[in-house]
């Protein structure tokens, strides 16, 4: 079993940038997972934003961040990033990390077998 904690959230303009980390606890090895980043804004389904591979060798975005969002990962250190630049009012969601017992990653929501509780994201305009 292993717990993730997100941090890193808060309010920001566009254009501008965050990063998010996300810290995993518990008996299993960090580097058993692959990885994901999830946002659900208010009245919208969850969705995938992107993931990482359980050794980092590789990572997939959706359409909408490519190019703006970067996954890393420090299986040392326990713990997943989300670098998010060029920030837009249509990035303001809860981001939350994910992890599945996989070698890589997947968009499906399913896919995934532990979840972090969230961090707020707001992007003003």
């Known amino acids: 079993q292993v717990q993730l904690v997100e941090s890193g959230g808060g309010l920001v303009q566009a254009g501008g940038s965050l990063r998010l980390s996300c810290v995993a606890s518990?008996?299993?090895?960090?580097?058993?997972?692959?990885m994901g980043w999830f946002r659900q804004a208010p009245g919208k389904e969850r969705e995938f934003v992107g993931g990482?591979?359980?050794?980092?060798?590789?990572?997939t975005y959706t359409d909408s961040v490519k190019g703006r969002f970067t996954i890393s990962r420090d299986n040392a250190k326990n713990t997943v990033y989300l670098l998010m630049n060029s920030l837009k009012p249509d990035d303001t969601a809860v981001y939350y990390c994910?992890?599945?017992?996989?070698?890589?990653?997947?968009?499906?929501?399913?896919?995934?077998?532990?979840w972090g509780q969230g961090t707020q994201v707001t992007v003003s305009s």
């Open positions: 994910a992890a599945a017992y996989v070698s890589w990653e997947t968009p499906r929501v399913s896919g995934y077998d532990y």
């Open positions: 518990g008996r299993s090895s960090f580097s058993t997972f692959a």
């Open positions: 990482i591979s359980r050794i980092g060798s590789s990572s």
